[in-house]
């Protein structure tokens, strides 16, 4: 390890706030054809979502079109409340891009979650000889196939918002769900899902743990299909499409984005998968003309202290007597995925850490500017701005990542925590 990496994890052991910019990032062209997925995957998730989008719209009518995707909004008034707030100016126009009001699962995690659902139905069905590729995939919520769906179970284990995904998409098309939860996981959530007929495993220990008990629970059980958030291709691809569609909405809004006008982008990282897929998403539609930045509470830094050590899936926090213990609960995660671990060495800019006394003090910022209610992992990607070095052209995404459930009396509670 180097220097400046030995000083960086040393900081990193100790709590402290770091920017860890990525100083081997190779090339995105000469690495793009060494990655474990293309831009193909990409191409063929978008189209498997195209053709699943009358099926959403019959089973979750307020997404309109049956495609879930969030705004992209411009943040004016939120650029000058951060450089307000902070002392500092901010180089470049702000957005955030609003996953926290994704419809129907209201995270980051509807994408990949749904996605990897939505491919598990087509097989089966196909399998089954009751669904053709050609056909109309609405077709799929017909009783015969709730029926066909109802002898197979699903099973995922999550710190909450990777459960809410899978086990209101499950449910719908009939399939039995079972979310095993970390003790992270909110009890709003829990209940969330328990209203929608899934079956929640609690478990008093961590995410790691949560995600083993799902694994060996489908462990030689043929009917039983477990969506694996450490390894899982298909919820990397899900994620990854939102790259194709913010291409789109940058357009729309002529943000331009070329070798004179950067695009920074600031994803909140638990094991990594959302973030990986989108910033994998985001290297093959803009290539080295954005820059990716993964963002992790100091309490559980593990894809950091995973790229830091070269151990990837293999470090953990609790190796460094890191707690783990986070009010951004979708973060609270031990290890990271080997998948995109593997990925992201090659593809981050960087990766910076906060507090959590930072994330509640941005959750209002952004309501006081913006009017946006998001929770408290979401608001750690509106720290980007302020730390990355930019220029005049520069655009800055702000990742939102969950917010839309979240219940009025404990936002309210953390909005208030924020204006102490
Ligand atoms: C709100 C929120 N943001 C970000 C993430 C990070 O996603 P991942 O665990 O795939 O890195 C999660 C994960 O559950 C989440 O719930």
Redesign the pocket.
């Known amino acids: 390890m180097n220097l400046y990496n030995k000083n960086i994890l040393s900081k990193v052991i100790n709590l402290e706030t770091v920017l860890w910019i990525n100083e081997d990032k190779p090339n995105f062209n000469d690495i793009s054809n060494t990655l474990a997925l293309d831009y193909k995957d990409i191409e063929d998730a978008s189209n498997r979502l195209d053709k699943f989008s009358p099926l959403i719209k019959k089973l979750f009518p307020e997404t309109g079109d049956g495609i879930i995707e969030s705004p992209l909004e411009t943040g004016g008034i939120l650029k000058q409340a951060l450089e307000n707030t902070y002392n500092l100016k901010i180089n470049g126009d702000i957005s955030v891009k609003c996953?926290?009001h994704l419809k129907v699962a209201g995270?980051?995690?509807a994408r990949?979650g749904i996605y990897e659902v939505l491919k598990l139905a087509e097989t089966i069905a196909i399998d089954e000889g009751l669904l053709d590729i050609n056909d109309d995939y609405s077709k799929l919520a017909e009783p015969k196939f709730k029926e066909l769906f109802s002898k197979y179970t699903v099973a995922v284990g999550?710190?909450?918002?990777?459960g809410l995904s899978i086990g209101i998409i499950s449910s719908a098309l009939a399939f039995n769900v079972d979310v095993h939860m970390s003790s992270d996981a909110k009890e709003w959530k829990k209940e969330k899902l328990r209203k929608r007929g899934v079956n929640v495993i609690e478990y008093d220990d961590d995410y790691t743990k949560a995600v083993a008990q799902g694994r060996k629970q489908c462990k030689n059980n043929k009917n039983c299909h477990f969506v694996d958030?450490e390894n899982s291709k298909d919820?990397f691809l899900g994620?990854s499409v939102a790259a194709l569609r913010l291409k789109k909405q940058l357009k729309e809004k002529e943000i331009l984005v070329d070798e004179k006008h950067p695009l920074y982008v600031y994803?909140?990282?638990?094991?990594?998968?959302?973030?990986?897929?989108i910033a994998f998403g985001l290297k093959h539609v803009f290539g080295d003309n954005v820059h990716c930045y993964?963002v992790e509470p100091t309490e559980a830094p593990c894809?950091l202290l995973g790229l830091l050590t070269g151990k990837y899936d293999k470090s953990s926090i609790k190796d460094y007597g890191i707690s783990g213990v986070t009010e951004?609960?979708?973060?609270a995660?031990g290890s990271?995925?080997k998948l995109?671990s593997e990925i992201a060495d090659k593809l981050l800019d960087g990766i910076y850490t906060t507090e959590d006394n930072e994330l509640f003090k941005l959750l209002k910022i952004l309501k006081d500017s913006e009017n946006i209610k998001i929770?408290p992992?979401?608001a750690?990607s509106l720290l980007g701005p302020n730390l990355i070095e930019s220029n005049k052209n520069s655009h800055h995404i702000c990742w939102l990542?969950?917010?839309l459930f979240l219940p009025d009396r404990l936002y309210e509670e953390m909005y208030r925590v924020g204006g102490r």
Request: glycine share 24%.
């Open positions: 996953d926290s995270s980051i995690k990949g999550s710190t909450g918002n990777l958030d919820l994620y994803l909140p990282c638990g094991v990594g998968g959302a973030p990986g897929g993964f894809m951004a609960d979708g973060l995660v990271p995925s995109v929770e992992s979401a750690s990542t969950g917010g």
